[in-house]
């Protein structure tokens, strides 16, 4: 039944490189969503436009065209960018730095994340009590030992649910980066297939191994909210 | 700098590109959320069910339908209906050589298993008060279905729905990789028409962000309507 013809191996490769897309989007859609968050909610007008417009326009547009508009429009603005360079340096500056699909992949996928989970972080940053930040700031912390010490410990309860349906999202977005050229686990088993004439045969194992790792993750966050709901009672 | 832009949308075939994929996009949002919907209703009601041999089956469609990609839900219908002994010679093959049947019947079905799930969060919700009521009017299980419980779920949905009908309108886009030419499949061309992916793709993406917010407009409206006892006063 599982007879790969010689695909078994180069698939696995791909489904590694899912992982580390995703998990690298992840990372940066985290932080994003961080910034984000504290964007919406700070006292700037300016700040608050910037996140709003953020977050507004990367979800309502898809993911895909996102995608596209990076791929094939990223290559041009990285050379842009660094003609610039080279005309005001009058030649000092002179360097070519090809545009790579993995970064492209995890820059589009970690930019559309960032958006959802601003909002996830906005909601659980909300669900702190007030008056915790206020006895943190009575105890003359600086803004940062507040955040790291009172605010994200507590908030991290309210948002893991919502870090980890994001994530399951963007686990599943991953397979569009094999349309921009990207060697994941789709794409391999897309050409397998198409070469083989057996669609099932590749894409029935590429689907169970993204259901694997969406259940793996669910146990990983089960076992996350359990740490980061100590000595909260349960009511 | 726009001159490229200029003469771009200077020619009508543009335009009327566009207009194609508009019509595309939009004709595949509403039938697979018609047909997603319709199947949702069941398949939600028997998901709620204590029986474990009704209620399975339907879990194990929803898990799979939402914990895989749509691409390779698409790509298995896309490349596998062609495989069916025979259907090359039959008429169906009329009808399926065309991309058009098996992206609705991928997007029909995805949409069917997001939407099962929210329905069921809506049947689950209802108050057993309602419920009681309604047995101690003497209504049999089908009677109150349809008078009690499926009314205020579908009521209760509305929120969570309308977040559903904006992923799948975005979620079409993905049709332009199986040779339709939705808003996205026009977008492709002009940029390979003019090789200007800026103007082809940020075109594109302003039309889908008046579609999301066209979306989030109507809806706003319809819970202004329909959820209009839930209001703050």
């Known amino acids: ?3 790969f013809q010689g695909y078994g191996p180069s698939i696995f490769g791909g489904g590694i490189l899912t992982l580390e897309l995703a998990l690298l989007s992840l990372l940066l859609a985290f932080t994003l969503g961080l910034l984000g968050a504290l964007g919406k909610m700070s006292p700037s007008p300016v700040l608050r436009g910037i996140s709003s417009f953020y977050t507004t ?3 309502g547009v898809p993911d895909l065209v996102w995608m596209m508009l990076l791929f094939f429009g990223g290559q041009i603005l990285v050379n842009t960018f660094f003609d610039f360079l080279y005309d005001v340096s009058d030649g000092e500056i002179d360097i070519f730095v090809p545009f790579n699909e993995f970064t492209a992949g995890v820059l589009t996928i970690g930019f ?8 996830t972080f906005r909601g659980a940053i909300m669900a702190v009590d007030q008056g915790q930040i206020e006895a943190g700031k009575a105890y003359g912390m600086k803004p940062m030992q507040v955040f790291k010490r009172i605010l994200f410990p507590q908030m991290m309860r309210h948002a893991i649910p919502g870090i980890a349906n994001n994530w399951q999202v963007l686990l599943k977005t991953t397979a569009l980066v094999s349309v921009i050229g990207l060697t994941d ?8 297939a198409k070469s083989t004439g057996d669609p099932f045969k590749f894409f029935i194992p590429v689907a169970i191994v993204y259901l694997g790792i969406s259940a793996i993750s669910d146990v990983i966050f089960k076992r996350l909210t359990t740490v980061y709901s100590v000595g909260v009672e349960k009511g | 700098m726009f001159d490229a832009a200029i003469k771009i949308f200077s020619n009508s075939y543009t335009w009327a590109h566009y207009w194609e994929g508009l019509v595309t996009t939009v004709q595949l949002t509403l039938l697979s959320l018609l047909v997603g919907g319709l199947l949702a209703v069941p398949l939600a009601i028997m998901r709620t069910s204590k029986n474990k041999l009704i209620n399975w089956p339907v879990w194990v469609f929803t898990y799979v339908f939402r914990g895989t990609p749509l691409l390779i839900q698409l790509y298995m219908i896309y490349y596998g209906v062609t495989l069916i002994e025979g259907i090359q010679e039959s008429f169906w093959w009329e009808i399926f050589k065309h991309a058009l049947y098996p992206t609705l019947i991928a997007f ?9 799930e929210i329905f069921r969060g809506a049947i689950e919700a209802t108050p057993r008060g309602e419920i009681e009521a309604a047995k101690a009017y003497g209504m049999g299980w089908g009677l109150r279905m349809r008078r009690i419980i499926l009314p205020s779920a579908f009521r209760r949905a509305i929120p969570a729905y309308s977040n559903e009908v904006i992923f799948m309108m975005h979620a079409t886009s993905i049709a332009s990789l199986v040779t339709i030419i939705d808003l996205l499949g026009a977008a492709r061309d002009i940029y390979a028409k003019y090789y ?14 008046c579609l999301t917010f066209g979306i989030l407009a109507i809806f706003k409206r319809i819970e202004k309507k329909m959820l209009a006892h839930l209001a703050p006063r």
């Open chain 1, 112 to 119: 559309i994340f960032g958006a959802y989970m601003a909002e």
């Open chain 1, 57 to 59: 326009l990367i979800r």
């Open chain 1, 185 to 192: 686990m789709v794409r391999l088993a897309t050409e397998a």
């Open chain 1, 1 to 3: 039944m599982f007879d």
């Open chain 2, 108 to 116: 029909s079905l995805n949409t069917a298993a997001y939407t099962t």
């Open chain 2, 196 to 209: 200007a992916p800026f103007e082809a793709f940020i075109f594109v993406g302003l039309i889908y962000l």
